[in-house]
């Protein structure tokens, strides 16, 4: 009997033990259900409002050359207009000393202010103001380099004077001939490039009688070693080009004569500036993605930049005396603008299916729409040149002034 007891006992005693054991694993998984399912509460409704903001933040600011149909998600900030705005630049001709003596319209007498009071605004979104700390946050330990002529100068002119604002950039380079210029942030490790290439090919200007012409012998097919041979050093790239293709240049391929622009030479087909900007992007974007030592570089082409001559050319007395914006509808007789902008954009785009193996970007910062209606923005007679008098700057374009927007674009771009 005693040991039946204690058997009875011993079965008792393991059934209550089993009974607390299954008790706390109950407990145990209702904690962790009841912690993971807080969680689930405090957390999933905030990650849902987060996306939903990333969103919207990205419609604002993304641009895309290329639009995906039913993409409800688009903002092309290149398709807008300029409405007024009394913010004013994020600097002045005074507090920026870098500006260079040519676009300094006010050092030289230009009394109107007018022309500063406007902001581009696209139509589906706001393109936000320049932040100076934004980009040199963005361009940290990176080298972007400006490639081809003086108005691609005159942009990188802007963009240092709008991020001297937060940080004064130290001059590290430059040559005897104001060509080549390299500036650094320290603060942000950041270098910026300016590179003279007013063909972004190979050029040699044509000598006769011992004086200079004027025009070139361009090649090309092959790209302007100035620059290519730096190619290894960059990680943006903002290429302009167009004007000098205006002159009487002869063209090249394999050291063979292949035609001319207006030469009105014997023998030789006038094949028209057209096709020379043509050929010379084209050789310029197969350089970056044929580069084996480079990085993968993001590449900016910047549309061609409207000039805006009125009552004559440069020489004959053209000038551009206008203060405000003019309405698209004023917009007449820009046929070639239009031309010299589709060729570019085309060559970009043949670049980007090829640079999208290569790890390369390419882009565009068009431009052209936007600054066809600012014939305000350039110096006109204020830009101080001693040796021309009387003539007007109806290309380049004042400092502080709308070339500024640019590079709001192009921080919306590389951000």
Not at 302 to 311: D, G, V
Request: neutral net charge.
């Amino acid at each position: 009997m005693a040991s039946a007891s204690k058997y009875r006992n011993h079965i008792f005693k393991k059934e209550r033990l089993q009974n607390m054991v299954n008790a706390a694993l109950v407990l145990f998984y209702t904690v962790v259900l009841t912690v993971l399912f807080s969680f689930y509460l405090l957390f999933y409704p905030r990650t849902i409002n987060y996306t939903t903001n990333i969103i919207h933040e990205f419609n604002q600011t993304t641009v895309f050359t290329q639009p995906h149909k039913n993409d409800s998600r688009i903002c092309n900030l290149f398709k807008g207009r300029w409405i007024p705005d009394r913010g004013g630049s994020l600097y002045t001709n005074f507090s920026c000393t870098t500006i260079p003596y040519k676009r300094n319209c006010f050092l030289h007498g230009r009394e109107d202010r007018d022309f500063l009071e406007w902001r581009w605004k696209p139509d589906q979104c706001e393109l936000p103001r320049f932040s100076p700390k934004t980009f040199l946050s963005v361009v940290q330990g990176k080298t972007m380099a400006f490639i081809g002529d003086s108005i691609g100068r005159n942009q990188m002119e802007s963009l240092l004077c709008l991020l001297s604002t937060i940080e004064t950039p130290k001059e590290v380079d430059k040559d005897a001939e104001d060509l080549y210029r390299t500036w650094e942030f320290p603060k942000h490790n950041f270098t910026l490039m300016a590179l003279w290439s007013q063909f972004l090919v190979t050029a040699t200007e044509r000598v006769f009688n011992g004086s200079a012409t004027g025009g070139f012998d361009l090649q090309l097919d092959k790209v302007d070693q100035n620059w290519s041979e730096k190619l290894s050093l960059m990680d943006y790239i903002i290429f302009s080009d167009a004007h000098w293709f205006f002159r009487q240049n002869y063209l090249y391929e394999g050291r063979n004569l292949i035609g001319c622009v207006y030469c009105q030479a014997p023998n030789v087909t006038d094949l028209g500036p057209s096709f020379a900007i043509q050929r010379a992007f084209q050789a310029a974007f197969k350089q970056i993605n044929e580069c084996n030592n480079c990085k993968k570089i993001f590449t900016v082409l910047r549309t061609f930049s409207p000039s805006h001559f009125e009552n004559g050319t440069w020489n004959t007395g053209g000038g551009c005396n206008r203060t405000r914006p003019i309405g698209k509808e004023d917009v007449v007789g820009r046929d070639s603008d239009w031309e010299y902008r589709k060729i570019q954009v085309e060559q970009i785009e043949m670049a980007r299916k090829i640079g999208e193996y290569r790890g390369n970007r390419f882009e565009i910062l068009d431009i052209t729409e936007i600054m066809v209606i600012r014939p305000d923005g350039h110096p006109g007679v204020y830009w101080g040149n001693q040796w021309m008098k009387g003539y007007s700057d109806c290309i380049h374009w004042c400092l502080p002034g709308p070339i500024d927007t640019w590079n709001q674009l192009l921080l919306e771009m590389i951000n």
